[in-house]
């Protein structure tokens, strides 16, 4: 006879390597659920109280054995067991053992392990997503507190890899800010899916007991219900695939961020410097500093493209239920959350170590023609010919000179006007050289958006404001969820005395 909670229908035992196979590794990763597991039994335990199903004598056993694993479960001192197959049946199986089949058999009453599952893992997507926005808004704080120090540190912008206009450092860091922002908001709206509670909905079509889940969804700290019972039971992996689909647009912000810090820090271009903190040296040649962190950080995207993909070839095919295939989901998850957030904890450290070598990039924009669009805005001005025309005669300026060592030369660009469009007009060295000036051009974009001191002083100030609306957004969440544990704590010792 099989040896199983749910044996009862079976005449022989499973075999070890079935064991091994279907819960050797997900029993692993059930370490991450235990705490929650614990919490929900607790909230469902008290409603089927609440609505008659158990007394308070078997309520009161139930709460005083699970009290008892959770203290074991935050002191690391509760190991689970293969043999029974998942989280669930370990504390269950633990929770009779203490108190015997007469109380303990009466927890899993009305409730089934595929919206036990569903459940556990809501509670702890909840708490990881909060973590994952507490890093990431510290993050956007680095990026906001290095723009404020380099308002007016020239840098070069790029297009097709090529010197494209000369901007600032205080603009590429609020492009990345608000970039990041926008994975914030993501990740919020995620937020609101995942806090809809599946409790209740049983196997596939609820159960018959007369169960209250608006109570119980609001003893955990849900938003609300998941209403209709097959789609809670089929929609899992839904919430996950969003999740690390939004892990993926962040892994890629970061990718790039870091594709850049590579570059930039090498000695051709000699933009950047990397603190020795954050690079590794050479086993054999002493003179190397190696961006190792930015390496690995753009290297780790890969996992998470590939966690996704796992996910969403899971779901494809499976119809409406619960199946087995939907525990491979758990890996996928939890790997991806652990990955990003080891990224995100390094980052802030490394960029705000960078230091900018400001001759050098300032040289970069000399040397590479990256204000020459101004002369094209000169021109039309001066001529009020068309743009085409004027960008056409600069195009040809910009080739003749680059012979003449990129000298400014007003005669040659009088000359290719005259020829161009028959009038004679004059431009003199130095409005060329007003024109073409790596700061006034910068100054003259003081549009919103733009890269002027004065208009990226104004969106670091926005953006440190929407930062402290997400920080203060955050921790109500946090303090929700914290404020309902404890009050579940307190439910428990009302029934235990302890």
Same mark, same amino acid.
């Given at each position: #006879?099989?040896?199983?909670?749910?044996?009862?229908?079976?005449?022989?035992?499973?075999?070890?390597?079935?064991?091994?196979?279907?819960?050797?590794?997900?029993?692993?990763?059930?370490?991450?659920?235990?705490?929650?597991?614990?919490?929900?039994?607790?909230?469902?335990?008290?409603?089927?109280?609440?609505?008659?199903?158990?007394?308070?004598?078997? !309520?009161?056993?139930?709460?005083?054995?699970?009290?008892?694993?959770?203290?074991?479960?935050?002191?690391?001192?509760?190991?689970?067991?293969?043999?029974?197959?998942? $989280?669930? #049946?370990?504390?269950?199986?633990?929770?009779?053992?203490?108190?015997?089949?007469?109380?303990?058999?009466?927890?899993?009453?009305?409730?089934?392990?595929?919206?036990?599952?569903?459940?556990?893992?809501? #509670?702890?997507?909840?708490?990881?997503?909060?973590?994952?926005?507490?890093?990431? !808004?510290?993050?956007?704080?680095?990026?906001?507190?290095? /723009?404020?120090?380099?308002?007016?540190?020239?840098?070069? &912008?790029? *297009?097709?890899?090529?010197?494209?206009?000369?901007?600032?450092?205080?603009?590429?860091?609020?492009?990345?800010?608000?970039?990041?922002?926008?994975?914030?908001?993501?990740?919020?709206?995620?937020?609101?899916?995942?806090?809809?509670?599946?409790? &209740?909905?049983?196997?596939?079509?609820?159960?018959?007991?007369?169960?209250?889940?608006?109570?119980? %969804?609001?003893?955990?700290?849900?938003?609300?219900?998941?209403?209709?019972?097959?789609? %809670?039971?089929?929609?899992?992996?839904?919430?996950?695939?969003?999740?690390?689909?939004?892990?993926?647009?962040?892994?890629?912000?970061?990718?790039?961020?870091?594709?850049?810090?590579?570059?930039?820090?090498?000695?051709?271009?000699?933009? $950047?410097?990397?603190?020795?903190?954050?690079?590794?040296?050479?086993?054999?040649?002493?003179?190397?500093?190696?961006?190792?962190?930015?390496?690995?950080?753009?290297?780790?995207?890969?996992?998470?493209?590939?966690?996704?993909?796992?996910?969403?070839?899971?779901?494809?095919?499976?119809?409406?239920?619960?199946?087995?295939?939907?525990?491979?989901?758990?890996?996928?998850?939890?790997?991806?959350?652990? *990955?990003?957030?080891?990224?995100?904890?390094? @980052?802030?450290?490394?960029?705000? *170590?960078?230091?900018?070598?400001?001759?050098? @990039?300032?040289?970069?924009?000399?040397?590479?023609?990256?204000?020459?669009?101004?002369?094209?805005?000169?021109?039309?001005?001066?001529?009020?010919?068309?743009?085409?025309? %004027?960008?056409?005669?600069?195009?040809?300026?910009?080739?003749?000179?680059?012979?003449?060592?990129?000298?400014?030369?007003?005669? !040659?660009?009088?000359?290719?006007?005259?020829?161009?469009?028959?009038?004679?007009?004059? $431009?003199?060295? /130095? #409005?060329?050289?007003?024109?073409?000036?790596?700061?006034?051009?910068?100054?003259?974009?003081?549009?919103?958006?733009?890269?002027?001191?004065?208009?990226?002083?104004?969106?670091?100030?926005?953006?440190?404001?929407?930062?402290? !609306?997400?920080?203060?957004?955050? %921790?109500?969440?946090?303090?929700?969820?914290?404020?309902?544990?404890?009050?579940?704590?307190?439910?428990?010792?009302?029934? *235990? &005395?302890?």
């Amino acid at each position: #006879m099989s040896d199983k909670l749910w044996g009862g229908g079976y005449s022989k035992k499973t075999k070890e390597e079935v064991e091994r196979f279907t819960a050797g590794e997900d029993i692993q990763l059930d370490e991450r659920l235990a705490i929650y597991d614990v919490i929900g039994t607790i909230a469902h335990d008290y409603m089927l109280h609440r609505i008659g199903a158990l007394n308070n004598e078997t !309520l009161q056993r139930i709460f005083i054995s699970l009290r008892n694993i959770k203290d074991r479960i935050e002191k690391k001192e509760f190991q689970l067991r293969p043999e029974l197959e998942d $989280i669930h #049946m370990n504390i269950e199986k633990t929770v009779i053992e203490e108190i015997g089949e007469e109380y303990g058999g009466m927890m899993h009453l009305a409730r089934s392990r595929n919206e036990q599952v569903l459940l556990d893992i809501r #509670m702890y997507l909840r708490d990881q997503i909060n973590e994952v926005l507490k890093l990431v !808004l510290n993050l956007i704080s680095t990026f906001i507190d290095v /723009g404020g120090k380099n308002l007016e540190t020239l840098m070069v &912008g790029y *297009t097709h890899t090529r010197q494209g206009q000369p901007t600032t450092v205080a603009h590429w860091c609020v492009a990345y800010a608000d970039s990041l922002l926008r994975i914030v908001d993501r990740l919020e709206e995620v937020y609101v899916r995942v806090n809809q509670c599946p409790l &209740g909905s049983g196997a596939i079509t609820g159960v018959s007991w007369p169960i209250d889940r608006k109570l119980t %969804a609001s003893l955990l700290g849900f938003d609300g219900v998941q209403e209709n019972t097959m789609d %809670a039971i089929s929609s899992r992996g839904e919430v996950e695939s969003e999740i690390i689909f939004v892990l993926c647009l962040l892994m890629t912000v970061l990718s790039r961020l870091s594709e850049e810090i590579i570059w930039w820090s090498t000695s051709e271009f000699g933009a $950047i410097e990397l603190d020795e903190a954050y690079t590794t040296g050479s086993s054999l040649m002493p003179q190397k500093k190696n961006p190792d962190v930015a390496e690995l950080i753009r290297g780790r995207v890969g996992r998470i493209y590939g966690y996704l993909v796992q996910v969403l070839t899971i779901l494809k095919g499976l119809p409406s239920g619960y199946n087995r295939d939907q525990q491979e989901i758990k890996g996928p998850i939890f790997y991806s959350l652990e *990955t990003v957030k080891s990224v995100i904890q390094v @980052m802030p450290g490394l960029l705000s *170590t960078i230091k900018f070598n400001q001759e050098r @990039m300032l040289n970069l924009i000399l040397d590479s023609y990256s204000t020459v669009t101004e002369l094209v805005d000169l021109i039309i001005k001066e001529t009020q010919i068309s743009f085409r025309s %004027a960008h056409r005669i600069v195009g040809m300026y910009v080739k003749q000179t680059l012979n003449s060592g990129r000298k400014v030369d007003p005669d !040659l660009l009088a000359s290719l006007i005259q020829s161009e469009t028959g009038k004679e007009i004059k $431009i003199s060295l /130095g #409005m060329i050289e007003k024109a073409i000036d790596p700061v006034s051009t910068i100054e003259r974009r003081s549009h919103i958006g733009g890269p002027a001191p004065v208009e990226v002083r104004r969106m670091l100030v926005n953006r440190r404001e929407i930062l402290n !609306l997400k920080k203060d957004s955050l %921790a109500k969440k946090v303090e929700k969820i914290k404020s309902t544990y404890k009050k579940l704590d307190d439910l428990v010792q009302s029934f *235990t &005395g302890k």
